[in-house]
Nanobody, 125 residues
Framework: QVQLVESGGESVSTGSSLRLSCRVSGVTNGPYWMTWFRQAPGQGREGVAGLVFIDRVATTYAPSVRDRFTISHDNAKTTFYLQMNSLKPEDTGVYYC?????????????????WGQGTQVTVSS
């Protein structure tokens, strides 16, 4: 059973940095995506940053966070990170990590099989 556990969410001021972590257990082999989504109050889940393992690692980002956020992983691929710099109030939301094997579109929430419980990020102006 694959389990994902996020941590690192906090309340911070505009311009601050945070690093979120997603600890993964029970993984199986094969190509897969690890993606960070976020959900603002009253909004749907938005893909923020994705990382795919095939024969190499590739990453992709939502335009709103490109050049500010970085997705990465540890050597064992058991923990994934989202480094968030220059945070803005519009980055506020619950951040989820998700894992999927048959992902037809990286930022489509219904393409993912496993989700964490989420961690709250609040950015005040």
């Amino acid at each position: 059973q694959v389990q994902l556990v996020e941590s690192g969410g906090e309340s911070v001021s505009t311009g601050s940095s945070l690093r979120l972590s997603c600890r993964v257990s029970g993984v199986t082999n094969g190509p897969y995506w690890m993606t960070w989504f976020r959900q603002a109050p009253g909004q749907g889940r938005e893909g923020v940053a994705g990382l795919v393992f095939i024969d190499r690692v590739a990453t992709t980002y939502a335009p709103s966070v490109r050049d500010r956020f970085t997705i990465s992983h540890d050597n064992a691929k058991t923990t994934f990170y989202l480094q968030m710099n220059s945070l803005k109030p519009e980055d506020t939301g619950v951040y989820y990590c998700a894992r999927g094997s048959a992902v037809y579109q990286w930022n489509a929430w219904d393409a993912y099989d496993y989700w964490g419980q989420g961690t709250q990020v609040t950015v005040s102006s």
